[in-house]
């Protein structure tokens, strides 16, 4: 079953503007981690983020990490045509066996 | 450093026909997965193995669905024989260790289309 739920499902906006996308997720994690794929491609690792950490940054990223709402962010900004891909949170839920499950994801769309 | 190889890129063959799809990972990483995403959806893991262990293999459909990692290396996937809902594309992905210390790396993936 699916662990993460991402919000919205689609996104389109400007290029230039900033990009929020949301995830939910129901059980306790290890980590969160985020991925790119653009159409008809694998997924591209973007950002980890440990269950004891609540901000990272990378390059135009910025990922959050509430754990008390078992919800994350990820913020793209001055977004670019380039940008535009499926985006997925995945998560390594704590006990158990390691494995990563992802959600439905994002689509974001930039218009030039 | 060269990326995890998939092969073949597409496929489609007839219903309860069999296909099998190989995997190669980035050189010295233990970690192998294989998931399904079909169109509009977020991969769903089938089978991970730790070396040539398995690790986890809970949402793979055992009367159809076999894997293998000889060897600890490459990994084979096949189904046999093919339904209609097994029409998707099939990411292997590999890591140093496991998903609780690192980034997985995709493949671009191997798209089945099941007539």
């Known amino acids: 079953s699916q662990q993460g739920e991402e919000d919205p499902q689609a996104l389109s906006i400007q290029e230039g503007e900033n990009a929020t996308m949301n995830c939910s997720y129901k059980t306790s994690i290890n980590n969160l981690q985020w991925y790119r794929q653009n159409s008809g491609r694998g997924l591209v690792h973007l950002i980890l983020?440990?269950?004891?950490?609540r901000e990272k940054h990378s390059g135009r990223l910025r990922v959050t990490l509430d754990t008390s709402k078992k919800s994350s962010s990820l913020l793209i900004t001055a977004s670019r045509a380039a940008d535009t891909a499926s985006y997925f949170c995945a998560t390594d839920a704590s006990g158990g066996a390691q494995k990563l499950v992802f959600g439905q994801g994002t689509r974001l769309t930039i218009n030039p | 450093e060269a990326g995890v190889a998939q092969s073949p890129r597409y496929k489609i063959i007839e219903k309860r026909q069999s296909v099998a799809f190989w995997c190669n990972p980035i050189s010295g990483h233990a970690t192998l997965y294989w998931y399904q995403q079909i169109l509009g959806q977020g991969p769903k893991l089938l089978i991970q193995?730790?070396?040539?262990?398995?690790?986890?293999d809970s949402q793979l459909p055992k009367d159809r669905f076999s894997a293998e990692r000889l060897k600890g290396v490459d990994s084979t996937l096949k189904i046999q024989p093919a339904k209609l809902e097994d029409s998707a594309v099939y990411l292997c992905a590999s890591s140093a260790r496991g998903p609780r210390t690192g980034e997985l790396f995709f493949g671009e993936g191997s798209r089945l289309t099941v007539l």
């Open positions: 193995f730790q070396n040539n262990g398995v690790v986890d």
């Open positions: 983020i440990r269950s004891n950490e």
